[in-house]
């Protein structure tokens, strides 16, 4: 039998074998590797009237099913099947029908499973607007997939049982991200990254904490997610536009990051997120390489921190025209969009090939934190 056939196989053996012996057959003789490819309920036993004794009842040939009586390894098929084929003595041989094993179901083909509801009786926090974060402007634009890169197909953790059972109810927002993160390493393997990417969740930058960082292997971050509970109006909030603007803003001021993407996603619905400055990389439909292309930093991260200057209200307003409180933002994806696999994969490559410059300690052309308790914005400040 091969993986996908709509009729079932069949496997014929003497009703004399023992139950362990079957399960050798079966396991030896068909697609079916491990015992819990198949369920025992499935299988359909046929004994055609033909293999019977002559005095055998012509009902004998009605097929059945095994169940429960498949626990007991040493017991005969003919012991099974005693209660259904009765008077049957002697040998004879019997056809044991199997159900088509299903296809495997992947990452890069089907993409992730749907997620499911609100556990019963539970309590649910309302999906978080943080105040902290100002309403900015984001920009609907295009963002363009790597229409040459080959996708791995290797792993599916997503279409495992494991992740199928967390998938099917959740809590908190605790319970998405976990979900999340099991998207994103898959993505990254998919993507060709798979020891060079990593997620750490819950980092913080001078303050400034997002959910998820995306990290090289060598602790240098090259994106952020931003985890929120469904809710209708939640990827259409400024706020949160907001709070993903001043992640990305913390990787380009404190990392010298170039290109810098993030993403905002529910699980039921994911969008990608970039500075202007990124426009020219977000439209290239050409995978980049995966040699990284990093310029060591000048300094070490204790100097940067005296960058950080705290201000009054009025210092704080007086800079809020440096620079525009901007970025731009690709469409909405819902989890069951087949191109979601292939626009995560190409964000990845993406992210990867930003290039990291040097961070001075003072430069006139780059964004400084300014706090004022109690929200915050990322600003330039000249000097």
């Not at 009729?7 to 003497?14: E, L, T």
């Not at 012991?79 to 296809?103: H, M, Q, R, S």
């Not at 199928?164 to 099991?182: A, G, M, S």
Request: hydrophobic share 40%; with cysteine.
């Amino acid at each position: 039998m091969k993986v996908g056939d709509d009729k079932p196989s069949a496997i014929s053996i003497v009703n004399t074998a023992t139950v362990g012996e079957f399960f050798i057959a079966l396991t030896t003789s068909t697609s079916f590797k491990k015992l819990s490819d198949c369920d025992p309920g499935e299988l359909v036993v046929r004994a055609p009237k033909e293999s019977l004794p002559a005095d055998t009842d012509r009902k004998s040939v009605d097929p059945t099913k095994f169940g429960q009586e498949l626990t007991n390894p040493k017991a005969t098929l003919a012991d099974v099947l005693k209660p259904t084929i009765e008077g049957a003595n002697g040998e004879y041989d019997v056809f044991v029908e199997l159900p088509a094993k299903p296809e495997e179901k992947t990452f890069t083909a089907d993409g992730i499973p749907s997620l499911g509801t609100l556990r019963d009786g539970s309590r649910c926090s309302i999906p978080s607007e943080s105040l902290r974060h100002e309403a900015v402007v984001a920009e609907q634009a295009k963002f363009a997939v790597c229409e040459d890169l080959k996708l791995i197909s290797k792993g599916n953790v997503v279409w495992q049982p494991q992740f199928l059972q967390k998938v099917r109810t959740y809590t908190t927002e605790n319970d998405i991200r976990n979900l999340v993160i099991d998207v994103l390493l898959e993505a990254i393997v998919a993507a060709g990254l798979s020891g060079k990417v990593n997620c750490l969740s819950e980092l913080s930058v001078f303050d400034l904490r997002a959910d998820i960082w995306l990290v090289m292997s060598h602790d240098r971050p090259v994106g952020v997610v931003e985890v929120k509970l469904p809710g209708e109006k939640i990827m259409r909030s400024p706020n949160v536009y907001g709070q993903i603007f001043d992640d990305m803003m913390s990787l380009r001021s404190f990392h010298g990051l170039k290109h810098v993407f993030g993403i905002v996603t529910t699980y039921e619905e994911w969008q990608i997120f970039w500075l202007p400055e990124t426009m020219t990389a977000a439209a290239s439909t050409v995978a980049p390489p995966l040699e990284l292309r990093l310029a060591p930093p000048e300094m070490k991260n204790e100097e940067v921190e005296c960058c950080v200057q705290k201000e009054d209200e009025e210092g704080a307003e007086a800079l809020s025209s440096a620079m525009p409180q901007k970025c731009y933002r690709g469409g909405v994806f819902k989890s069951n969009a087949a191109d979601l696999p292939l626009t995560l994969c190409s964000l990845f490559r993406k992210m990867n090939a930003s290039p990291s410059g040097h961070v001075k300690l003072l430069d006139d052309s780059r964004p400084y934190v300014v706090m004022t308790p109690p929200s915050f914005n990322t600003r330039t400040w000249r000097i």
